[in-house]
């Protein structure tokens, strides 16, 4: 902070840069989450296949993936043993795949409003999870 209490430029912008990077996400969530709604929904489009919606998904994020790393070079490439890779990309990329899976299940049972909530849940039941777990400590109090 600045004389006064006020924000400093920089700071006013990486707070501005912050939020407009919160709206977006949540748009394009929410966006999501129509679209597998209104693909899997009975009433409207019928899609009766979650797991290949979900390898879609997939698809397009590694293609996307690949581009913007190998052709774009928007970030370095890691460079990485087998062994490592076996152990830590891949168990993350199937429970990715099983969750993906599972959510897009849930559209055909769910209200999109419901799902949205249990989407906003999700950062609170991570947290819980790993408090339970011991990897995580409780709420420190701010001094």
């Given at each position: 902070m600045g004389k006064g209490g006020a924000l400093s430029e920089g700071v006013l912008k990486k707070i501005i840069l912050s939020y407009t990077?919160?709206?977006i996400w949540i748009s394009l969530s929410f966006t999501v989450i129509v679209y597998n709604k209104y693909i899997l929904d009975r009433k409207m489009y019928d899609w009766p296949?979650?797991?290949?919606?979900?390898?879609?998904?997939?698809?397009?994020?590694?293609s996307?993936?690949?581009i913007l790393v190998s052709v774009l070079k928007v970030v370095?490439?890691?460079?990485?043993?087998?062994?490592i890779y076996l152990k830590s990309v891949v168990p993350i990329g199937l429970l990715?795949?099983?969750?993906?899976?599972?959510?897009?299940?849930?559209?055909?049972?769910?209200?999109?409003?419901f799902i949205q909530m249990?989407?906003?849940?999700?950062?609170?039941?991570?947290?819980?999870?790993g408090v339970?777990?011991?990897?995580?400590?409780?709420?420190?109090a701010i001094p």
């Open positions: 990077y919160v709206a296949y979650p797991i290949s919606l979900t390898m879609i998904h997939m698809g397009f994020c590694s996307l993936a690949y370095e490439p890691v460079q990485m043993t087998r062994d990715y795949s099983l969750s993906l899976w599972l959510s897009n299940s849930a559209y055909i049972y769910l209200s999109v409003s249990l989407k906003a849940l999700m950062p609170v039941a991570v947290y819980s999870i339970l777990l011991k990897k995580k400590t409780g709420l420190k």
